[in-house]
């Protein structure tokens, strides 16, 4: 089950047009995921999935950086997905007992379209993008992910939000039966996260459906999670099945369960630190030394004017 | 059981060899390279891990050994007692060396941290009990050495509360510790009242009894 994500070796760059190249890429990229779509189950498994291919030699899209990539072995296998276990090991061990397909999303709330899409429904209107994120937990360490994706904020406008749409509320699948975390109580299930609207509008924030080329691996959220590389991991939740538009913040899984150290935004800080250990530094997974965590991890100069004004301290 | 040198040989060797398991699966595992994305964080668990299960295991051998009067167990607790120690000596090596680097800005700025401050404070009470840990020690310090080795409860406590403060999310693993501990410890509390209760009659009975069944005065509790 290898996808050739490559150019075709017949056609060179010179010998066409940018832009003919640029949509023959997306329309190519596009059209290997969609068609993989139907194998997750398959492709989730890491062994198989090493037999597919890498895009790397793609220009990486908008807010992409350049700093070395964590290797797809440990983005694989170094996971948070309580949904299948609270060691890091748990979610490559079950998670391939999940099956994505078929996969079904609804659009609900405060909006003129509301429906509920097949998951190839979902993102074929829209060109999937490269985004290589530096992605930072919560528990002080980090990785640097290539995601490939579509902006939130495309499809949420597909479905016209109101006025009332403040905030976007997403949901997490409930299936204890291929979700063994989930007959344990640690957290409320089902997961639930949100966004205040401009941060999901804002084109940093990304629903992505696969990462290095490949379809999401299941315990890296398959088959569509998002991705939001200026907050703590959690908020980047992961197999959603429920996108709703509400006028009220919600209360996500994190809140409910430890308030006085998850707060609704969950900004990557080091100046704020509500849980045991510090966030002042964190170690890149690879490296040795740690290093100094950034503000809003690095993406200070897209994201900082969203919280002018507001106690980060306060509305941590 | 008829010859006490080597049943005492025999436990003593095998609970070395058996503290000496984990030790040789981390270094296998680093060795290998197979620790995971984040070996530095896997030592630290698993060192950490360890030697709190040692001291657990350390502070279960006298009530095992009252409840079933099984006397060979004795020579296990010091053992125990001292890789509880050795894995507590890893655990802060590799927390300072490999976590931090020995960088003074990160380890000093670690100081105020509660779950942080709970494992110096757990590991520095061990010092003086591994330290005391030979015969010498204990027939210099006569009726001391059992006052003194009561810091393991201290220690047991602190080691419980250094995992409680630190966890994200899932209690479980630290509340069953706990739960062990509070076991262990409310044997002993029930054990120290049935002596005061009984009064002097009956305690110099039990002294008998634990003579008779080799076990010198000293060494129990």
């Not at chain 1, 900082?304 to 004004?309: E, S």
């Not at chain 2, 040198?5 to 609970?15: D, E, G, P, Y």
């Amino acid at each position: 089950m290898a996808i050739l994500i490559k150019r075709p070796a017949a056609i060179k760059p010179s010998e066409i047009t940018d832009r003919a190249l640029y949509f023959d890429r997306r329309r190519f990229l596009r059209a290997s995921l969609l068609s993989t779509v139907g194998l997750p189950a398959l492709l989730a498994r890491p062994r198989i999935a090493s037999a597919a291919l890498t895009v790397h030699e793609l220009p990486p899209g908008p807010f992409s950086t350049h700093e070395t990539m964590t290797p797809y072995q440990d983005t694989t296998t170094y996971n948070n997905f309580y949904e299948f276990g609270t060691s890091k090991g748990d979610p490559s061990r079950y998670a391939g007992a999940m099956s994505t397909n078929p996969w079904t999303v609804a659009v609900t709330g405060a909006c003129r379209h509301p429906a509920i899409y097949h998951l190839e429904d979902f993102i074929r209107p829209y060109a999937l993008q490269e985004r290589i994120y530096r992605h930072r937990c919560v528990e002080a360490w980090s990785m640097v992910i290539p995601w490939i994706g579509v902006p939130l904020r495309d499809i949420l406008r597909r479905c016209v939000p109101s006025g009332d749409a403040r905030y976007v509320e997403f949901t997490t699948l409930y299936d204890p039966r291929e979700m063994p975390g989930q007959r344990s109580d640690i957290l409320q299930w089902p997961y639930l996260e949100g966004l205040r609207m401009d941060e999901a509008m804002h084109p940093l924030t990304l629903l992505a459906v696969g990462m290095y080329g490949r379809v999401l691996p299941n315990q890296n959220g398959a088959p569509l999670r998002l991705v939001v590389p200026w907050k703590y991991g959690f908020k980047s939740i992961k197999s959603i099945v429920k996108i709703r538009l509400v006028k009220n913040q919600p209360v996500t899984t994190w809140m409910r369960a430890v308030p006085q150290r998850y707060g609704f935004y969950s900004n990557v800080n080091p100046a704020v630190d509500r849980v045991p250990w510090s966030q002042r530094y964190e170690r890149r997974i690879g490296d040795f030394f740690k290093r100094k965590t950034l503000m809003f991890n690095g993406y200070g100069p897209e994201v900082a004017h969203l919280y002018a004004g507001m106690n980060l301290a306060k509305y941590y | 059981m008829r010859n006490p040198a080597f049943t005492r040989r025999m436990v003593t060797s095998l609970t070395v060899a058996g503290c000496l398991i984990p030790l040789a699966f981390v270094a296998y595992r680093t060795l290998t390279g197979t620790l995971g994305a984040n070996p530095i964080s896997n030592l630290t668990n698993r060192t950490g891990l360890w030697s709190l299960r040692l001291l657990l295991a350390t502070l279960a051998v006298t009530p095992l050994r009252r409840l079933s009067g099984w006397t060979w167990l004795m020579p296990a607790r010091r053992i125990l007692g001292l890789f509880a120690f050795f894995y507590g000596l890893l655990h802060l090596v590799v927390y300072l060396a490999l976590n931090q680097a020995f960088s003074a800005t990160l380890i000093l700025g670690d100081l105020s941290r509660p779950f942080i401050i709970a494992g110096y404070l757990s590991f520095t009470l061990m010092v003086p009990l591994a330290a005391t840990s030979t015969m010498g020690a204990m027939r210099a310090l006569g009726p001391r050495w059992q006052l003194l080795h009561r810091l393991i409860y201290a220690v047991a406590i602190l080691a419980v509360l250094h995992y409680l403060l630190l966890v994200k999310i899932d209690f479980q693993p630290p509340e069953a510790y706990g739960a062990l501990l509070v076991l262990l410890l409310s044997y002993r509390i029930g054990a120290s009242l049935r002596r005061r209760i009984a009064g002097p009659v009956s305690r110099h009975a039990q002294t008998r009894t634990t003579q008779t069944s080799g076990q010198s005065p000293q060494r129990s509790d």
